[in-house]
């Protein structure tokens, strides 16, 4: 009985006083993106929401960024049949800012090797899922970038 009313002390005092904040949190930027200028395509549309998701009303700071986007699949490994057995996802951003004096046009890219599975709606799935997770990821580059911007 003591030792789990120690352990559950223990748990309480490290997890209380972690300090855990997240990094991207828009309460912490002092600045928010305005327009977002591209073209109508899916990935595209994919980078504005998750932007998007990320303004802050209340700041008067707005940077209006355009955006290009692209996906790449790269077979990696073959099988002695010729069958594909690895890829590599490769998704990159280029944007730039419309409206900071300074130029500010960069090309941020992230990629992720997987296995190829014989299900083809279950690897569509893990695709999707993974160019969520890259797309996440070069969102959380672009705001850290362009906070250290300024």
Do not use: H, W
């Not at 997890?15 to 997240?22: D, E, R």
């Not at 912490?28 to 990320?54: C, D």
């Not at 690895?86 to 090309?107: H, M, P, Q, T, W």
């Not at 569509?124 to 672009?142: A, F, G, H």
């Amino acid at each position: 009985m003591k030792n789990k009313f120690f352990f559950l002390v223990m748990l309480f005092l490290i997890l209380s006083s972690c300090g855990f904040q997240p990094i991207y949190s828009t309460k912490n930027l002092n600045f928010t993106i305005g327009n977002i200028e591209k073209e109508n395509t899916s990935l595209n549309n994919k980078f504005e929401k998750t932007i998007n998701n990320l303004k802050n009303k209340k700041i008067d700071k707005k940077i209006d960024i355009k955006i290009e986007s692209g996906k790449r699949i790269e077979v990696k490994s073959k099988d002695s049949k010729g069958n594909a057995l690895v890829f590599e996802l490769e998704i990159y951003l280029k944007f730039s800012s419309l409206n900071i004096d300074s130029e500010a046009e960069r090309l941020l890219s992230q990629k992720i090797t997987y296995n190829n599975s014989d299900d083809k709606f279950k690897l569509n799935q893990y695709e999707n899922e993974l160019e969520e997770i890259l797309i996440n990821r070069i969102v959380e580059d672009l705001i850290n970038y362009l906070s250290n911007l300024k």
